[in-house]
């Protein structure tokens, strides 16, 4: 064979792994029943393929081929394991007589994954991690430097939750029916961590950082593919708002810029058009909850062709609904920024300067930049100061902390 | 595969429940055990007497020494256990959820380590 053949075969085999290769895992996975041995066949797949594909030309379905050829290597590995351990020509034999074969269950295959990756009985960390790893491919090396944790960390939390899987036998499965809001639930909130480490990062170059929203809204395309759910339509939708406003949203520098300065125009159209749509659909749906409703907020926002043209009644009333549906402190804050909005600032500061006499987000650096803003915008510049002090003590964000103390030097004495 | 549901629950409030409330706390128990024999999940279970009537035992250097009260001291306290039988984690949770000690107090719900015979 010529070099230049070998290259093709080589290219293809590339392609197919790029496309195909999370989808022939998760059908590994439920064939062999162990995350490890999956892995380790995935890739002996993948190496057969190169020779074979050379020699035989490339199958008519290679996901079929690797998933087929994966599961004999598993066999033939087992074989040779077996002479260490009994109980292992037993599971082999199994394996063999699976009368499952290689089902065209493959969309279930991917959403098992998914969903066995950010089974509640993990901790999130390791949802997180396990998700990066499996279902989106990113290696440890690239998850650890996306989150700032050593390597070693993130292997360590992988190689726990696989061994809580195997141990307390977390199925492979699609919840039941019944189970289901609870745990997608979960794989959104995972999925949604994913994207907030990548867009509200602190440190670390922005383009790493920038590849985890995008992993994030990649996740949340498949997901919706295999789970046509409002709720994952408000996720993707949010998602794809907020990744609106990246290139308007800081300096070349890097420094912060709040959204009623942002320059409109540097809005991604596309991704705008895209996340309406899909708030629409989700709330036409009637089973709409709170990723709809704060996507639907964010959708407000990206339409208003200035900050001053912005809907604040409507802003407002969809608080007043996601309030309803999801209840916290955070949502109360954020609704009191939009009464500021709507009756000025006085009316927003009585409800934060009420949450913050119950005791809550007295930690929360937002709250007091935002009763700091207020007072600045009523001209009660000593309680602005003293707020701005607060928020700056309690940020961890480089750009935040330094957006603060421009705040403070501009407030007149 | 076997699970071990531990049953913790906050003794004083137990204590403190109206003489009512707290036999049909323990009805719920009794059907609730009930039912779980007819599902096959059931295999053992026991409710534990009060923790004051702990003792914890420790042998060092050879010498054993013995204490007044539970292992640690918590707000909620091991108060029984079911051994079941699931076909999996996700089986295992569907019935500790239903232990009415789940909605006031709370389950921890363990693998049974099974050791392979010689």
Known sequence: MSENAADQVRETVDAVYRAESRRVLATLIRLLGDFDQAEEALHDAFTAALEHWAEDGVPANPRAWLVSTGRFKAIDALRRRARFDASLPEIARRLETDPEEVSDDVQDDRLRLIFTCCHPALKPD??????????????????????????????????????????????YQVPSVADLPERIDTVLHVIYLVFNEGYFASAGTALVRHDLSGEAIRLGRLLLELLPDPEVMGLLALMLLHESRRP???????????????????????????????????????????????????????????????????????????????????????????????DGPQAGLALIDAI?????????????????????????????????????????????????????????? | MRYLCL???????????????SDAFMGEYFSFTEGIKKTGHYIGGEALQPVQSATTVRVRGGKVST????????????????????????DAIQVASKIPSARLGTVEVRPIQEFNQP
Request: aromatic share 6%; net charge neutral.
């Open chain 1, 356 to 413: 913050l006499d119950r005791g809550d987000l007295t930690d929360y650096h937002l709250a007091h930049s935002a009763r700091a803003d207020l007072c600045r915008r009523l001209g009660r510049f000593a309680e602005a100061r003293a707020s701005y002090d607060r928020a700056r003590m309690l940020s961890r964000q480089e750009p935040e902390r330094r957006f603060i103390e421009r705040r403070l030097r501009e407030l007149p004495d």
């Open chain 1, 248 to 342: 308007a949203r800081t300096t070349p520098a890097g420094e912060l810029i709040l959204l009623d300065d942002q320059d409109r125009t540097l809005w991604n159209r596309e991704q705008i058009a895209e996340g309406c749509s899909l708030v629409e659909r989700a709330l036409s749906s009637r089973r709409f909850g709170p990723y709809a409703l704060q996507a639907a907020i964010a959708a407000v926002h990206a339409e208003a062709a200035t900050a001053a043209g912005t809907d604040w009644i409507q802003i407002v009333g969809l608080y007043d609904v996601l309030l309803r549906a999801d209840s916290s402190p955070v949502v109360e804050l954020n609704r009191a920024a939009a009464v500021a909005m709507r």
């Open chain 2, 67 to 90: 204490t007044d009260g539970p292992f640690a001291e918590t707000k909620e306290q091991l108060g029984g256990y079911y051994l079941i039988n699931a076909k999996d984690l996700n």
């Open chain 2, 7 to 21: 049953i913790y629950d906050d003794e004083k409030k137990l204590g403190s429940m109206p003489k009512g409330e």
């Open chain 1, 126 to 171: 390791a949802q997180v991690a396990l998700t990066l790893r499996e279902v989106c491919d990113l290696t440890t090396e690239e998850i650890a430097h996306a989150f700032l944790t050593a390597p070693s960390t993130v292997a360590q939390r992988i190689v726990r939750a696989k061994g809580k899987i195997r141990d307390a036998r977390i199925p």
